[in-house]
């Protein structure tokens, strides 16, 4: 073969290079435009029966040099690249991406304005045991110009037999509490039918880790007038997170709060492990505002300062931490939860980095 006659075949390669590649192009604009059909239809993008007629066609088409197995692998990547577009698209989408909405928003809670650029937090017991134990709480925060308190009347626990917080009579005292001090109240519902009733004594409807896709609730959440505090789940995706809040969204409402509290992984040093590139993400992502549960995350109370100052460094618009009179004591999760002189020792470290409160 002459140099000539191979450079000649060269050309005629990039010339059919350059079909491919705007035929490929062609491709993938269809299928956007299928994307955006099935989306209006309430459609799956992926079509496992249109898939396999495609790679039967190969089958019959084939002429060769190629394998037909050889073209139905590429065709196989084409096929997937292709649904990751029309993903892509359906993500843009959300309500709750940046690609909708360019500003932050904002979330008035008690007059204070979350995500407004200024840090706060947000702390109580892990669970309501009784008024006294919830009011010597609600002192601390008082005391240290904290105005939002959480407290679990509803507790999902991992085994039936250990404390399942005292329910309706939680809310109740969670409410007294809080007008004697001034506070507003966070407080985990689990079931849809309770999302009417929690709404007499809660400011803000928390929906926890293991109810992050229970979707009735998220959209039952998502008629509500409260705004909602929404926990990753255990083994969730940024993906599947951001689609679980699109539900609460798209239901009508909008004042939602994202708390990143630890992902399951192999790691048993910590109880979950915290994931800080997280919050940067979301933050990019979506335009809500983010906290972090630095004691869910970590299960450890000796953790829970090095880790909220790592929370506020990389930008979370707050941190959530709990706090009980005794620990030792605690009905649940005492290893976790920080006594008073401890809490005193966290908020002022904390506002050396910037915590913003009301004293």
Do not use: W
Request: contains cysteine.
């Amino acid at each position: 073969m002459s140099r000539n006659e191979l450079d000649v075949l060269r050309k005629r390669i990039d010339e059919l290079n350059d079909r491919l590649l705007e035929i490929i192009n062609e491709r993938a604009a269809l299928v956007q435009r299928i994307g955006e059909l099935k989306k209006a239809q309430g459609a799956q993008p992926y079509d496992p029966v249109r898939e396999r007629e495609i790679l039967n066609r190969i089958k019959e088409k084939n002429k060769g040099p190629f394998k037909t197995e050889t073209l139905q692998h590429l065709f196989k990547e084409i096929l997937k690249a292709s649904l990751e577009l029309q993903e892509d698209d359906r993500r843009e989408a959300l309500l709750v991406s940046r690609e909708r909405k360019s500003s932050d928003t904002t979330i008035e809670i008690n007059g204070e304005k979350i995500g407004d650029g200024k840090q706060r937090l947000i702390a109580g017991p892990c669970a309501v045991e009784s008024y006294e134990q919830t009011r010597q709480v609600a002192e601390q925060l008082k005391k240290h110009g904290i105005k939002i308190m959480r407290g679990g009347a509803f507790k999902p626990r991992t085994s039936p037999y250990d404390f399942q917080g005292l329910g309706v009579e939680g809310l109740k005292i969670l409410r007294r509490v809080a007008d004697e001090f001034g506070l507003a109240v966070v407080s985990e519902i689990v079931s849809p039918a309770d999302i009417e009733l929690a709404e007499e004594y809660v400011d803000v409807i928390q929906i926890g880790a293991r109810n992050m896709q229970n979707f009735e609730l998220l959209k039952a959440a998502g008629r509500s007038s409260k705004p909602v505090l929404l926990k990753r789940g255990l083994a969730a995706t940024i993906d599947e997170y951001m689609k679980a809040a699109e539900y609460v969204f798209s239901a009508g409402n909008e004042n939602i709060i994202l708390c990143e509290r630890g992902i399951r992984t192999f790691e048993r040093a910590t109880r979950n492990t915290l994931d800080i590139s997280a919050v940067p993400v979301l933050k990019q992502e979506t335009h809500l505002p983010v906290f972090v549960d630095v004691t869910h995350a970590t299960g450890r109370r000796d953790l829970l300062i090095p880790t909220a100052k790592a929370a506020m460094a990389v930008g979370a618009d707050g941190v959530m931490v709990e706090v009980h009179p005794d620990p030792s004591v605690a009905l649940s999760d005492s290893a976790q939860q920080m006594d008073f002189d401890l809490f005193d020792r966290f908020v002022s470290e904390l506002k050396g980095c910037g915590l913003h409160t009301t004293v």
